[in-house]
């Protein structure tokens, strides 16, 4: 069943075990934030301003850039672009979109700034919407490697985490239901 986001501005079918973080702590704005329950896992979804000095491809690449300067992954070797492709506008419900585009990556993340690193793997689509002059940003961070010495080292192991298939379910769902919110 989809979810309203951003005050029923937008929807999208989030997976099972999904935690809105707003019911925890304090979110921007711009921001709907999602944990699965029982892994580190989490969807972050964001309406950000339209970059318009880089083109599709490139404008993936700046957000992931910009996700890892946030999650303090800058140092050579700390982060890499897998993939990058466009996604038919037949495989979303995001109609109103200019573009989307899908980039698969990865990052070394510590977590509460601990001196462990994680790597995760970051899964991003963008929505480019330049008549709304809007990005939004819908990013899946599906850890891959814990560090022994993280404090996600403690964890229920015979959970069910959410899979690619998961986050596709979410883009494919993605919808614009009143554009009032770009302002």
Not at 92 to 100: G, I, K, W, Y
Not at 135 to 140: A, G, P, Y
Request: charged content about 15%; some cysteine; overall charge negative.
């Amino acid at each position: 069943m989809a979810r309203t986001l951003f005050g029923g501005a937008l929807s999208a079918v989030i997976p099972l075990n999904a935690q809105d973080i707003s019911e925890l702590r304090q979110i921007p704005d711009n921001q709907e934030v999602f944990a699965h329950s029982q892994t580190d896992q989490s969807i972050i979804i964001e309406l950000l301003e339209y970059q318009s000095q880089v083109q599709d491809a490139e404008a993936a690449r700046y957000h992931f850039e910009d996700v890892a300067a946030s999650n303090k992954a800058v140092e050579n070797g700390s982060w890499e672009v897998r993939e990058v492709k466009q996604l038919s506008q037949s495989e979303l419900s995001m109609q109103e979109c200019n573009s989307a585009w899908l980039l698969s990556g990865a990052q070394l993340v510590s977590k509460f700034n601990e001196e462990a690193k994680n790597t995760v793997n970051i899964h991003l689509c963008l929505f480019r919407l330049p008549q709304y002059t809007t990005d939004i940003l819908v990013t899946f961070n599906d850890p891959a490697c814990i560090n022994p010495l993280s404090s996600s080292a403690i964890g229920n192991v015979a959970t069910i985490p959410w899979t690619l298939q998961d986050f596709q379910g979410v883009l494919q769902s993605f919808c614009l239901l009143d554009p009032g919110v770009f302002g």
